[in-house]
């Protein structure tokens, strides 16, 4: 599907929808297990699996990809902090081939806080809480 293809996403079907939910929380459960991994560059190549071809852009498939992983991760009962949604929405992106860069940035005053967010061609698709923050890495 090309961008201009998809600039019109069709609705999902209730089928539809259940299928991304069960790929959310597939995903969210992958993610939690390597997240236990202490490099997050190699914990983003492995969710990322073999990547050999282009990856392409298509910002609404990207955006209502966020979306679905915002809302099915805070209804339930899990970690849906910024880095466990970052790492889920940027395995459904990899398995979809579409480009994207996580990145975790942080910033010292008045506390100490980290924050972690997906660019999708340069600019953030989820929620972008990232003023103030400092990039520390990108992957």
């Known amino acids: 599907m090309s961008a201009t293809a998809s600039a019109a996403l069709t609705p999902l079907t209730l089928v539809g929808k259940a299928r991304l939910v069960a790929e959310i929380l597939g995903a969210y459960v992958i993610v939690r297990w390597r997240m236990r991994g202490p490099d997050i560059r190699v914990v983003v190549a492995q969710l990322r699996g073999d990547l050999t071809g282009e990856r ?5 498939l990207t955006r209502r990809l966020a ?7 805070r209804l339930l009962p899990t970690d849906n902090r910024c880095l466990a949604r970052s790492l889920v929405l940027d395995r459904l992106l990899a398995r979809r081939s ?6 975790i940035a942080a910033h010292s005053g ?3 806080e980290a924050h972690a967010w997906v660019e999708h061609d340069g600019v953030p698709v989820l929620p972008p809480e990232t003023d103030g923050y400092q990039r520390l890495v990108e992957i």
Request: net charge positive; hydrophobic share 50%.
């Open 67 to 73: 979306r679905a992983v915002v809302r099915t991760l």
């Open 56 to 60: 392409r852009t298509d910002f609404p």
């Open 98 to 103: 579409l480009a994207s860069v996580v990145v």
């Open 110 to 112: 008045p506390d100490f």
